[in-house]
Nanobody
Framework: EVQLVESGGGLVQAGGSLTLSCAAS????????IGWFRQAPGKEREGVSCIGGSDGSTYYGDSVKGRFTISSENAKNTVFLQMNSLKPEDTGVYYC???????????????WGQGTQVTVSS
């Protein structure tokens, strides 16, 4: 059974940093791409970043480029999202997702975690 468990969310002041983790199980980690998405209240889900399983290629949405960094630790089947210079508009529930295909930050991923709340105060 594929499982994705996010952690690391919380409340932070604007300008601060958080690191989210996505712990994966139930599939061959290197064979899957992992994406991060977020959804703010009343807004559509937005793709944030992704990392390819086979080649480690990364991609970022325009709103987070230069501030967020995605990385993976294959030995721990975990993907991280380092978020710096956080802004109030970064507030939302952050989800990680997995798929055998590298879908970039489209939200057609097959498997999703339950999400972790990130709140950035002004």
């Amino acid at each position: 059974e594929v499982q994705l468990v996010e952690s690391g969310g919380g409340l932070v002041q604007a300008g601060g940093s958080l690191t989210l983790s996505c712990a994966a199980s139930g599939f061959t980690f290197n064979d899957y791409a992992i994406g991060w998405f977020r959804q703010a209240p009343g807004k559509e889900r937005e793709g944030v970043s992704c990392i390819g399983g086979s080649d480690g290629s990364t991609y970022y949405g325009d709103s987070v480029k230069g501030r967020f960094t995605i990385s993976s630790e294959n030995a721990k089947n975990t993907v991280f999202l380092q978020m710096n210079s956080l802004k109030p508009e970064d507030t939302g529930v952050y989800y990680c997702a997995a798929d055998e295909m590298n879908l970039g930050i489209s939200d057609d991923y097959s498997y999703w975690g339950q999400g972790t709340q990130v709140t950035v105060s002004s």
